[in-house]
T-cell receptor, first 114, second 115 residues
């Protein structure tokens, strides 16, 4: 069975500061990993995905994530936070192949202070 | 592409009433997922379909919940009778075997309030 743990349900940073949102996963097979973002009163949008092509994945809006197999981690980072980054972020894992289910973490709410 | 379409966006009903949520997936997608999001439980997968056939309904909370997909462009999630604890945001998402990496595209959600 696959699972996702997001450390920290709420992260607060200052505008211009580094954003680091943590995600650890467990999977019995090499996983596909995703980060989704949810802005208030909206659905989830895909930020980026890891599909085994490269360990450092770049996504939209300046976000990137690094897959570390030895640490079973897929942390999301952005060098400089912007006010518009305030949202909830979800890490998700899929086993791929014929298994189309995504297992989501509980989410991390990012607050950006001026 | 219009994206995944859900209706209604907001629904307020009284306990005991029947509620029907609707979803139109992205054209050409052959997987459809229903999720429920609450503060307490986060994002939960309720059921998903492949080519209009239910594949996994293990997340459906109880017999009051039912989902159908009569054709490739339409699905419903019905709650009968509704209870206050069903209050949540319900999301529909779709995906395609051609996406390869199982990426799902989400609709805007239906916010359900049961009084």
């Amino acid at each position: 069975a696959q699972s996702v743990t997001q450390l920290g349900s709420h992260v607060s940073v200052s505008e211009g500061a580094l954003v680091l949102l943590r995600c650890n996963y467990s999977s019995s097979v090499p996983p596909y990993l995703f980060w989704y973002v949810q802005y208030p009163n909206q659905g989830l949008q895909l930020l980026l995905k890891y599909t085994s092509a490269a360990t450092l994945v770049k996504g939209i809006n300046g976000f990137e994530a690094e897959f570390k197999k030895s640490e079973t981690s897929f942390h999301l980072t952005k060098p400089s936070a912007h006010m518009s980054d305030a949202a909830e972020y979800f890490c998700a894992v899929s086993e791929g192949g014929s298994n189309y289910k995504l297992t989501f973490g509980k989410g991390t709410l990012l607050t950006v202070n001026p | 592409d219009a994206g995944v379409i859900q209706s209604p966006r907001h629904e307020v009903t009284e306990m005991g009433q029947e509620v029907t949520l609707r979803c139109k997936p992205i054209s050409g997608h052959d997987y459809l997922f229903w999720y429920r999001q609450t503060m307490m439980r986060g994002l939960e997968l309720l059921i998903y379909f492949n080519n209009n056939v239910p594949i996994d309904d293990s997340g459906m909370p109880e017999d009051r919940f039912s989902a159908k997909m009569p054709n490739a462009s339409f699905s419903t999630l019905k709650i009968q009778p509704s209870e206050p604890r069903d209050s949540a945001v319900y999301f529909c998402a779709s995906s395609s075997i051609r996406t390869v990496y199982n990426e799902q595209f989400f609709g805007p959600g239906t916010r359900l309030t049961v009084l």
